[in-house]
């Protein structure tokens, strides 16, 4: 298999994973609230440098076909809500 088409699809859906990950971990008691936002800054920080991998030129032009295929602008959008996030979480975690 091409690493180009390993790394789109990693940086496709990686965030997403990231993201459904940390709200299932925030729905078990067991965990302290501080524990949970320190989770998600640092998950939502690993999503956020995936969604910018994700620009680079040879990436972001490849699809799968059937499956997935990004044009800039999505990828663009999609990296400026995985920051709009990370941003207030920062916040909300204060």
């Given at each position: 298999m091409?690493?180009h088409?390993i790394l789109?699809v990693?940086?496709?859906?990686a965030p997403?994973a990231?993201?459904?990950?940390?709200?299932?971990l925030?729905?078990?008691?067991?965990?302290?609230?501080?524990g949970l936002?320190?989770?998600?800054?640092c998950?939502?920080?690993?999503?956020l440098?995936?969604?910018?991998?994700?620009?680079?030129?040879?990436?972001?032009?490849?699809?799968?076909?059937?499956v997935?295929q990004a044009i800039p602008?999505?990828q663009?959008?999609s990296l400026?809500?995985?920051?709009?996030?990370t941003?207030?979480g920062?916040?909300?975690?204060r």
């Open positions: 091409d690493i088409l789109y990693a940086c496709a859906l997403v990231l993201m459904v990950a940390v709200a299932l925030s729905r078990l008691n067991r965990f302290p609230t501080a936002w320190r989770t998600f800054q998950a939502s920080g690993c999503a440098a995936l969604a910018a991998v994700g620009l680079i030129p040879g990436i972001a032009h490849l699809h799968v076909p059937g997935l602008i999505s663009i959008l400026l809500v995985q920051l709009l996030g941003v207030i920062g916040f909300s975690a």
